[in-house]
């Protein structure tokens, strides 16, 4: 099956019922062997949709996990009205915490505490397992073998990054642009950070996503700094 209407087709509808990012070899899965395409023409029929999506309410982008279809930033404001619910808020201490576990992975927990210069709580961590944001990826060779914590491909997909390259530099995060005029993070602790909704979601706002980007990034500066 090479480039074709059916085949951008099953893939378009794939892709939307999937609820979830799709690798190639998922695509290439929806095939018996006799029919299956090339993953050249696999390739192209997928920059085909993104073309196709240039100028409507939905677009088709890669993450980690693979592609997925999703609703365009500019369009999420009004189709979040669709549904009664919030985005789910999330400390700022947690938020510091899973910005330094992005940007020192992997690290484990008393490292965190020496940065942030407070305890890193069972619960934070329990949060942030339980998001299948964070998992343990073996055990620093001390007294007492501490784990280690890195960031998985569900918190690049949360996010909207194709790896961890995509996260904003520590230039971007000084530069006053990038933060926005309404992201104190000189502040003391708020008592919630709105995160976006997962990017299936039509909730998810462009505005939202650079919040919690720059949110996850705040902590950085001071980690980067000589103790």
Partial sequence: ?????????????ALLAAGGPLTLDSLLGLFGEEERPSRDALLTAIGSLERDYLDRGIELVQVAGGYRVQVRSE?????????????VRYSRALLETLSLIAYRQPITRGEIED??????????????????????????????RPALYATTRKFLDYFGLRSLNDLPTLA????PEFLGDDLPLDEPEQPGI?????????????LQELSAESELAGATDQASRPE
């Fill in 1 to 13: 099956m090479s480039e074709s209407p059916l085949l951008k087709a099953i893939l378009e509808g």
């Fill in 75 to 87: 369009c999420a404001p009004w189709v979040a009205r669709l549904w009664d619910e919030k985005p």
């Fill in 172 to 175: 971007e995060i000084r530069d």
């Fill in 115 to 144: 940065i942030r210069g407070v305890a890193v709580s069972t619960s934070m961590v329990k949060t942030l397992t339980e998001r299948e944001w964070v998992r343990i990826v073996g055990h620093r060779d001390v007294p007492g």
């Fill in 194 to 206: 709105k995160l976006p909704l997962p990017s299936n979601d039509p909730g998810r706002t462009e």
